[in-house]
């Protein structure tokens, strides 16, 4: 909070991100609804869903992009813009009489911009790097994180109402989001002066080709045994961690009496609780865990799984699950700042951008791998037997985590090995 409060260039990069942030969350859902109204609604809203992660699947294109774009602080206004013209087209379009290629040319308007979004992102990495104080930027991040959960929470729940208020009109929260797109081009253009100060000098000669640059940033984490670990770890966290959600909604399904009061009421509230304990996790940046390495912080993210997968399988009690989905969700919270802090103070300026891609394309690929396991035990033999699946992982996850807490140490870094800027 110090840092937002005086730290001119920080605070416009951020307020840009949760203008940004407000408009996605609230189209995002929204998009969703638009795509149940479609006559083929079913393939609709599993086109809208799995397109989501599109963006995420090119961030290691769009980071090395940014990498390579001089006048960054230039470029971040010029894409915000470049959303707000999608979204005005997407507005006009939306009026069109339904159709399938007219489906397929919103969707790639929505991937378009959340690409442009990555690439953006990228972008403010070095600016951030140099602007905000070494000490503080692991606090900064973490604010930066519960601030844009803080606003997804709210925002998806507000464009859900939202739309049947204003009876459906989606090229009307098309231009929202235009507008928020605008507001946060305008954001940045009021700080230029102290964003472009941030802006790490032009390097003279040829620029890397994208895959050169690529097979650069694969050669220094490869060559760096600390952030190689670390995103191998974190893809094989993540397998586990993102198949929780679904598999809880599974559960609910196969057992009624976990009920509290309906079903739509105990999804509601058990997401409620796992969004609060990550803007939790984010905000409280000094509550003791710091002091942890980062691989005894991933191996008490393991512990809470074991956790929260005997709520199930051994306790039977929502009430324990719930708890554990605060616990969960709150480690959660504190491992993405990490990563990105460490990434800042490791990672060469020029390179940042790839990195950041790379790590969540690493996320992005467990993913998948972790669904179709869990969600497939769950439906051929029983959530129950999947839980015990996942406990079982996680416990041998914890226990190799903890093995390589005592073999690679967290990098000890100083107050002044990192540029930083007042602006």
Same mark, same amino acid.
Do not use: C
């Given at each position: 909070?110090?840092?937002?409060?005086?730290?001119?260039?920080?605070?416009?990069?951020?307020?840009?991100?949760?203008?940004?942030?407000?408009?996605?969350?609230?189209?995002?859902?929204?998009?969703?609804?638009?795509?149940?109204?479609?006559?083929? !609604?079913?393939?609709?809203?599993?086109?809208?869903?799995?397109?989501?992660?599109?963006?995420?699947?090119?961030?290691?294109?769009?980071?090395?992009?940014?990498?390579?774009?001089?006048?960054?602080?230039?470029?971040?206004?010029?894409?915000?813009?470049?959303?707000?013209?999608?979204?005005?087209?997407?507005?006009?379009?939306?009026?069109?009489?339904?159709?399938?290629?007219?489906?397929?040319?919103?969707?790639?308007?929505?991937?378009?911009?959340?690409?442009?979004?990555?690439?953006?992102?990228?972008?403010?990495?070095?600016?951030?790097?140099?602007?905000?104080?070494?000490?503080?930027?692991?606090?900064?991040?973490?604010?930066?994180? %519960?601030?844009?959960?803080? #606003?997804?929470?709210?925002?998806?729940?507000?464009?859900?109402?939202?739309?049947?208020?204003?009876?459906?009109?989606?090229?009307?929260?098309?231009?929202?989001?235009?507008?928020?797109?605008?507001?946060? %081009?305008? @954001?940045?253009?009021?700080?230029? !002066?102290?964003?472009? &100060?941030?802006?790490?000098?032009?390097?003279?000669?040829?620029?890397?080709?994208?895959?050169?640059?690529?097979?650069?940033?694969?050669?220094?984490?490869?060559?760096?045994?600390?952030?190689?670990?670390?995103?191998?770890?974190?893809?094989?966290?993540?397998?586990?961690?993102?198949?929780?959600?679904?598999?809880?909604?599974?559960?609910?399904?196969?057992?009624?009496?976990?009920?509290?009061?309906?079903?739509? @009421?105990?999804? %509601?509230?058990?997401?409620?609780?796992?969004?609060?304990?990550?803007?939790?996790?984010?905000?409280?940046?000094?509550?003791?865990?710091?002091?942890?390495?980062?691989?005894?912080?991933?191996?008490?993210?393991?512990?809470?799984?074991?956790?929260?997968?005997?709520?199930?399988?051994?306790?039977?009690?929502? #009430?324990?699950?719930?708890?554990?989905?605060?616990?969960?969700?709150?480690?959660?919270?504190?491992?993405?700042?990490?990563?990105?802090?460490?990434?800042?103070?490791?990672?060469?300026? &020029?390179?940042?951008?790839?990195?950041?891609?790379?790590?969540?394309?690493?996320?992005?690929?467990?993913?998948?791998?972790? &669904?179709?396991?869990?969600?497939?035990?769950?439906?051929?033999?029983?959530?129950?037997?999947?839980?015990?699946?996942?406990?079982?992982?996680?416990?041998?996850?914890?226990?190799?985590?903890?093995?390589?807490?005592?073999?690679?140490?967290?990098?000890?870094?100083?107050?002044?090995? &990192?540029?930083?800027?007042?602006?």
């Amino acid at each position: 909070m110090h840092e937002y409060l005086t730290n001119r260039g920080y605070r416009a990069i951020l307020n840009a991100s949760l203008l940004s942030g407000i408009g996605d969350s609230l189209y995002n859902i929204v998009f969703i609804i638009y795509a149940a109204t479609m006559p083929f !609604k079913s393939l609709a809203v599993t086109l809208a869903a799995m397109a989501t992660s599109v963006p995420t699947m090119l961030s290691l294109l769009t980071g090395s992009l940014a990498d390579r774009t001089h006048a960054k602080t230039r470029h971040m206004v010029a894409t915000r813009l470049g959303q707000m013209l999608l979204f005005l087209s997407l507005a006009v379009m939306i009026l069109l009489p339904a159709s399938f290629p007219l489906f397929l040319s919103l969707l790639l308007i929505n991937i378009v911009s959340d690409s442009l979004g990555q690439y953006g992102n990228g972008l403010t990495l070095p600016l951030l790097h140099r602007l905000i104080p070494a000490k503080e930027l692991n606090t900064a991040l973490s604010f930066q994180s %519960a601030t844009s959960s803080t #606003v997804q929470l709210v925002f998806q729940g507000l464009g859900a109402s939202l739309i049947v208020l204003l009876n459906h009109n989606y090229a009307l929260f098309g231009l929202l989001n235009a507008l928020t797109f605008l507001l946060a %081009a305008v @954001t940045l253009v009021f700080r230029k !002066k102290q964003l472009k &100060q941030a802006e790490p000098p032009v390097t003279t000669g040829k620029s890397q080709p994208v895959i050169g640059n690529i097979r650069a940033v694969l050669k220094f984490l490869a060559g760096n045994q600390f952030l190689f670990a670390v995103i191998l770890f974190a893809m094989l966290v993540n397998t586990l961690g993102s198949s929780v959600d679904g598999l809880m909604n599974i559960t609910l399904v196969q057992e009624p009496d976990l009920w509290l009061r309906d079903f739509g @009421t105990t999804v %509601a509230i058990i997401n409620v609780v796992f969004s609060v304990g990550l803007i939790f996790g984010a905000l409280f940046a000094k509550d003791g865990l710091q002091r942890l390495s980062t691989f005894k912080l991933l191996s008490l993210l393991m512990a809470a799984i074991v956790g929260l997968s005997s709520s199930f399988f051994l306790l039977h009690s929502i #009430v324990a699950a719930l708890g554990f989905s605060f616990v969960t969700a709150y480690l959660m919270g504190k491992i993405n700042p990490r990563l990105a802090t460490v990434m800042m103070r490791q990672v060469p300026e &020029q390179q940042m951008g790839t990195t950041a891609g790379v790590v969540n394309l690493a996320a992005l690929i467990g993913m998948p791998v972790g &669904q179709v396991i869990f969600f497939t035990i769950a439906n051929l033999a029983s959530a129950h037997v999947s839980w015990i699946v996942m406990a079982g992982l996680a416990t041998g996850l914890f226990l190799v985590l903890i093995w390589m807490s005592t073999k690679i140490l967290d990098p000890v870094f100083t107050d002044s090995d &990192q540029y930083s800027q007042k602006a």
